[in-house]
């Protein structure tokens, strides 16, 4: 009989314990799905206002959004200050990468809560609206969160021959 107590508690413990890994994984999941849907969404603004004003639209790069959400990471957990620390390191591993890229560019924000309001800052800003205006082709957008759910971004932008 005891040893049956012992079995059931051990089994209701497994169950309450995989449902919160359940609970776990799915937020994370719709965080990851949150994310992408704002990086999707700033591309999406970003491209609307270069072809507004005769500019290309800009291609989504893996390599290039892969640096850029470390950086955001990085931000977001106060590994570095909020800023381009390291930008010259990004640039260049992403010309390793990135078959006859020559120019690059980046802009960071923090703490807007959504795509389209950091897309209007940006584009305020005389610095971060000639980047999203520049000669560029690529681009790759990082987004992370801190422990506050503050927001951290950072777009990318690199021209290839």
């Not at 508690?9 to 919160?20: E, G, K, T």
């Not at 850029?68 to 260049?92: E, N, Y």
């Amino acid at each position: 009989m005891k040893n049956n107590l012992i079995v059931i508690n051990s089994l209701i413990f497994l169950v309450i314990a995989s449902c919160f890994q359940a609970g776990a994984h799915a937020q994370t999941a719709a965080l990851e799905s949150k994310t992408y849907q704002m990086q999707q969404d700033i591309l999406l603004y970003i491209n609307q206002y270069r072809i507004k004003h005769g500019r290309s639209a800009l291609q989504m790069n893996n390599a290039i959004s892969k640096e850029a959400t470390l950086h955001s990471q990085d931000m977001a957990a106060h590994r570095v200050p909020f800023g381009h620390q390291g930008f010259a390191k990004r640039i260049k591993n992403l010309y390793a990468v990135i078959k006859q890229a020559h120019s690059g560019a980046e802009n960071v924000a923090y703490n807007y809560k959504n795509a389209e309001i950091v897309v209007r800052e940006w584009i305020k800003s005389p610095g971060h609206k000639k980047n999203i205006m520049g000669n560029y082709n690529l681009t790759g957008i990082g987004i992370a969160y801190d422990k506050k759910g503050k927001i951290y971004y950072t777009q990318i932008f690199i021209r290839t021959a």
